[in-house]
């Protein structure tokens, strides 16, 4: 879980430090910004799957914190077929190294991830859309509910769905984060440090799923599309 330790001091330092190595050039003609993906995932609406999930049947024996300094207030809730949280986003980098997720980028970056690919690697943060959950615990153990790595997860954020696999474990205590890929496609800034969501993004995890091999988002988005409209038929 990404922990929001930094400044804006530092971090603009950092920006300005960047800038004075960045040729005359580049400052006055800067390359735009990549747009953020605003195709919609599947056939499934993201008002439709919100329509579903706006009571909560608590499954976990207590709630989340988002991050270290908050208070305890994200349950786990149980639908058919499913089981959601209402969170934040914080960014996972975690995984193979890449031009944006490294030791560099991320001062929290591990070279793992708790679920590999189908080569035995680990996942790739900057390019899959994978969900952190919990690490099993009193709070709740996701496996006693048909979770597993390479579930498919409906990520909801700004009126886009963006499909994801279960990917990684994070803390016992902490809710609340998702792939650097993820972030991108759902237009929230995904950098490690200093981006993310501090509310507003909905995950929904379909029970007994799994795609597999786990690094194909093609594989992710069909299964989900089709676990999300027996989602809206079931519930």
């Known amino acids: 879980m990404r922990l929001r330790s930094l400044t804006l001091a530092a971090a603009s330092g950092a920006a300005l430090?960047?800038?004075?190595?960045?040729?005359?050039h580049a400052l006055a003609n800067p390359a735009?910004?990549?747009?953020?993906?605003?195709?919609?995932e599947g056939?499934?609406?993201?008002?439709?799957?919100?329509?579903?999930?706006?009571?909560?049947?608590?499954?976990?024996?207590?709630?989340?914190?988002?991050?270290?300094?908050?208070?305890?207030?994200v349950p786990v809730c149980g639908?058919?077929?499913?089981?959601?949280?209402?969170?934040?986003?914080?960014?996972?980098?975690?995984?193979?190294?890449?031009?944006?997720?490294?030791?560099?980028?991320?001062?929290?970056?591990?070279?793992?991830?708790?679920?590999?690919?189908?080569d035995g690697k680990p996942l790739k943060s900057e390019s899959l859309p994978y969900v952190v959950v919990p690490s099993a615990s009193g709070i709740w153990k996701y496996s006693d509910y048909g979770i597993k790595g390479g579930g498919v997860v409906?990520?909801?954020?700004?009126?886009k769905v963006e499909y994801?696999?279960?990917?990684?474990?994070?803390?016992?205590?902490?809710?609340?984060?998702?792939?650097?890929?993820?972030a991108q496609a759902l237009g929230i800034d995904p950098d490690p440090a200093t981006g993310g969501a501090d509310s507003g993004v909905t995950y929904i995890l379909f029970k007994d799923s799994?795609?597999?091999?786990?690094?194909s988002h093609s594989a992710a988005v069909s299964l989900g599309d089709q676990l999300a409209r027996q989602f809206l038929a079931n519930n």
Not at 17 to 23: E, I, K, T, Y
């Open 17 to 24: 430090l960047a800038a004075g190595l960045m040729p005359a």
């Open 32 to 40: 735009p910004a990549a747009a953020p993906k605003t195709a919609q």
């Open 43 to 73: 056939s499934v609406g993201a008002a439709d799957l919100l329509a579903k999930v706006k009571s909560c049947a608590q499954i976990s024996s207590g709630k989340y914190q988002t991050d270290d300094e908050t208070s305890a207030t």
């Open 79 to 118: 639908k058919n077929g499913a089981v959601f949280w209402k969170a934040d986003m914080d960014i996972d980098c975690d995984g193979q190294r890449t031009t944006n997720c490294n030791e560099d980028r991320d001062p929290w970056f591990q070279d793992d991830t708790a679920f590999h690919q189908s």
């Open 154 to 159: 409906a990520v909801i954020y700004g009126g």
């Open 164 to 182: 994801a696999v279960v990917g990684d474990t994070g803390p016992t205590k902490i809710i609340g984060e998702a792939s650097y890929a993820t």
């Open 210 to 215: 799994k795609v597999s091999p786990i690094e």
